[in-house]
């Protein structure tokens, strides 16, 4: 009994540090676990977006999401079915120095300008955004913001008039605004701030018209100025007549009875006025100067400008003239090359079918020529390589053939009456003139040994041997129908 305590003792403590590994074991996942789900619990910072893409459920209209959007807010991330990044809130300055755009004017101006874009924090062009720009670098952002914003401008630039856009800047930077920010929400992007430094124009007309309106704002002022000094110096003249004229009546009255004071008076009065008269008319020749000198700086700045417009208009249309000139020209060029090409092809493609023709009816004669020789030789071998019983045997192969030949050649002639005239006489071999003739007639078919002759061949002797002919005996005289 005593010695089982023992091994009580030891199963309970093997027991004890079993349990201690398990807890241990346990508390180890446990805390795994909790760190694990603190570590894919992100928080989203004020100036970025946070996108979560894979397996992030239906959108409230029930269809399928791409990824989720989430500003300033925190989201747990689920391992292995879904991952996150961040879009940058930053805004970016694009510098956009537009070159030789085309108004409706048919003018190309220049419109530098600064546009100042970032990513918009709004719930569906957020969602655009996701889909269009994550992963992309700023540089590559700015890029295609660039690129629409070109694109923009040139089409607002081509709608509006120069004066228009060199006046009324407030028209042309909203008109720019509203189309711009459309096409930048179609990628998640927002216009933050446009300004427009300066509008030019490669033919001065932006530059005429400021001329021309600083020469009429100078001659507006001259002919004000000009008007305020005239009514000043006639108001003058008026309040002096009118003292001059109270002070002679008082003089009047006090010496009525005295007619050298009033002669006196009315001589002053005459030469008073003749004196006004001769400053009212200094007056008026130096106003009537001024005006002509105002309107002949206008008529001149206006001469300047339409000068400036004559210029334009000629050198728009040389530019018209000689563009079109040019592409008539390089169209033609390019049709002339065209067709030859088209010649050389065609006569190309001409000669290689006459060569692989020939080539074809070379060979098909090679060929046959081939196979007669083979066959020659074959029949040769046969002949015990003599090459007369080889033309023997070909000849009597053949002979039927060469017979028939013969017949045929007189086979087809149409005779329907033949008249012989013989007067009984005999020839030197004992035949009549009958007989002479009918021989004749069959001599007329070329023999076997003439054919052999002129195929340069020589007739076998067991065929018969040619005889020299006997001469011509005189006939007598026939009459054929």
């Not at 508390?27 to 989203?44: D, G, H, N, Q």
């Not at 009514?231 to 002679?248: L, P, Q």
């Not at 400036?308 to 390019?334: G, N, T």
């Given at each position: 009994?005593?010695?089982?305590?023992?091994?009580?003792?030891?199963?309970?403590?093997?027991?004890?540090?079993?349990?201690?590994?398990?807890?241990?074991?346990?508390?180890?996942?446990?805390?795994?676990?909790?760190?694990?789900?603190?570590?894919?619990?992100?928080?989203?910072?004020?100036?970025?977006?946070?996108?979560?893409?894979?397996?992030?459920?239906?959108?409230?209209?029930?269809?399928?999401?791409?990824?989720?959007?989430?500003?300033?807010?925190?989201?747990?991330?689920?391992?292995?079915?879904?991952?996150?990044?961040?879009?940058?809130?930053?805004?970016?300055?694009?510098?956009?120095?537009?070159?030789?755009a085309l108004s409706r004017q048919n003018i190309r101006v220049d419109v530098p300008s600064r546009f100042t874009v970032g990513i918009s924090t709004e719930v569906g062009v957020m969602q655009n955004a996701a889909e269009r720009l994550?992963?992309?670098?700023?540089?590559?952002?700015?890029?295609?913001?660039?690129?629409?914003?070109?694109?923009?401008?040139?089409?607002?630039?081509?709608?509006?008039?120069?004066?228009?856009?060199?006046?009324?800047?407030?028209?042309?930077?909203?008109?720019?605004?509203?189309?711009?920010?459309?096409?930048?929400?179609?990628?998640?992007?927002?216009?933050?701030?446009?300004?427009?430094?300066?509008?030019?124009?490669?033919?001065?007309?932006?530059?005429?018209?400021?001329?021309?309106?600083?020469?009429?704002?100078?001659?507006?002022?001259?002919?004000?100025?000009?008007?305020?000094?005239?009514?000043?110096?006639?108001?003058?003249?008026?309040?002096?007549?009118?003292?001059?004229?109270?002070?002679?009546?008082?003089?009047?009255?006090?010496?009525?009875?005295?007619?050298?004071?009033?002669?006196?008076?009315?001589?002053?009065?005459?030469?008073?006025?003749?004196?006004?008269?001769?400053?009212?008319?200094?007056?008026?020749?130096?106003?009537?100067?001024?005006?002509?000198?105002?309107?002949?700086?206008?008529?001149?700045?206006?001469?300047?400008?339409?000068?400036?417009?004559?210029?334009?208009?000629?050198?728009?249309?040389?530019?018209?003239?000689?563009v079109k000139a040019q592409i008539e020209k390089q169209k033609l060029e390019l049709q002339a090359e065209a067709e030859a090409e088209q010649i050389r092809r065609r006569a190309k493609g001409e000669a290689d079918a006459i060569l692989?023709?020939?080539?074809?009816?070379?060979?098909?004669?090679?060929?046959?020529?081939?196979?007669?020789?083979?066959?020659?030789?074959?029949?040769?071998?046969?002949?015990?390589?003599?090459?007369?019983?080889?033309?023997?045997?070909?000849?009597?192969?053949?002979?039927?053939?060469?017979?028939?030949?013969?017949?045929?050649?007189?086979?087809?002639?149409?005779?329907?009456?033949?008249?012989?005239?013989?007067?009984?006489?005999?020839?030197?071999?004992?035949?009549?003139?009958?007989?002479?003739?009918?021989?004749?007639?069959?001599?007329?078919?070329?023999?076997?040994?003439?054919?052999?002759?002129?195929?340069?061949?020589?007739?076998?002797?067991?065929?018969?041997?040619?005889?020299?002919?006997p001469a011509a005996d005189a006939q007598a005289p026939t009459d054929a129908q």
């Amino acid at each position: 009994m005593f010695n089982s305590l023992p091994l009580l003792a030891t199963s309970v403590t093997n027991g004890s540090a079993m349990v201690l590994i398990l807890v241990c074991v346990i508390a180890l996942l446990l805390f795994t676990t909790v760190c694990v789900i603190l570590s894919r619990y992100k928080r989203c910072p004020s100036d970025k977006i946070l996108v979560i893409y894979g397996k992030v459920g239906s959108g409230a209209d029930g269809t399928s999401r791409s990824a989720k959007c989430i500003h300033g807010g925190a989201a747990f991330i689920w391992p292995i079915v879904q991952a996150y990044e961040f879009l940058d809130l930053t805004p970016m300055s694009l510098s956009v120095d537009l070159r030789n755009a085309l108004s409706r004017q048919n003018i190309r101006v220049d419109v530098p300008s600064r546009f100042t874009v970032g990513i918009s924090t709004e719930v569906g062009v957020m969602q655009n955004a996701a889909e269009r720009l994550l992963g992309m670098k700023l540089d590559e952002i700015k890029q295609i913001a660039e690129d629409i914003i070109f694109g923009q401008m040139r089409l607002i630039i081509a709608t509006m008039d120069i004066e228009e856009i060199n006046t009324d800047r407030d028209k042309f930077l909203d008109a720019v605004s509203s189309n711009v920010e459309t096409e930048l929400k179609k990628i998640g992007l927002r216009l933050i701030n446009v300004n427009v430094t300066d509008i030019t124009d490669e033919s001065g007309y932006i530059m005429a018209l400021g001329k021309e309106a600083s020469a009429k704002a100078i001659n507006d002022a001259k002919i004000s100025v000009a008007e305020a000094d005239r009514v000043g110096a006639i108001g003058s003249a008026e309040a002096e007549r009118e003292m001059r004229i109270n002070v002679s009546k008082s003089n009047s009255e006090a010496i009525k009875g005295e007619n050298e004071a009033k002669v006196q008076v009315a001589e002053s009065n005459a030469t008073l006025r003749e004196r006004e008269a001769e400053a009212q008319k200094r007056a008026t020749a130096a106003e009537n100067i001024q005006a002509a000198k105002a309107m002949e700086e206008s008529y001149e700045a206006q001469k300047a400008a339409e000068q400036a417009r004559a210029s334009f208009e000629q050198a728009k249309m040389e530019a018209d003239i000689i563009v079109k000139a040019q592409i008539e020209k390089q169209k033609l060029e390019l049709q002339a090359e065209a067709e030859a090409e088209q010649i050389r092809r065609r006569a190309k493609g001409e000669a290689d079918a006459i060569l692989l023709k020939m080539q074809a009816e070379a060979d098909g004669v090679r060929q046959m020529l081939t196979k007669q020789a083979e066959g020659f030789a074959e029949i040769v071998k046969s002949a015990g390589g003599d090459s007369d019983d080889a033309i023997r045997l070909m000849i009597a192969d053949k002979m039927e053939e060469l017979v028939k030949i013969q017949v045929q050649a007189i086979q087809d002639l149409k005779i329907d009456k033949i008249t012989v005239w013989d007067n009984g006489s005999t020839s030197a071999d004992g035949k009549n003139a009958t007989a002479n003739f009918v021989s004749g007639l069959m001599k007329s078919i070329p023999p076997m040994n003439e054919l052999f002759d002129m195929a340069g061949m020589q007739l076998p002797k067991y065929l018969g041997e040619a005889k020299d002919a006997p001469a011509a005996d005189a006939q007598a005289p026939t009459d054929a129908q």
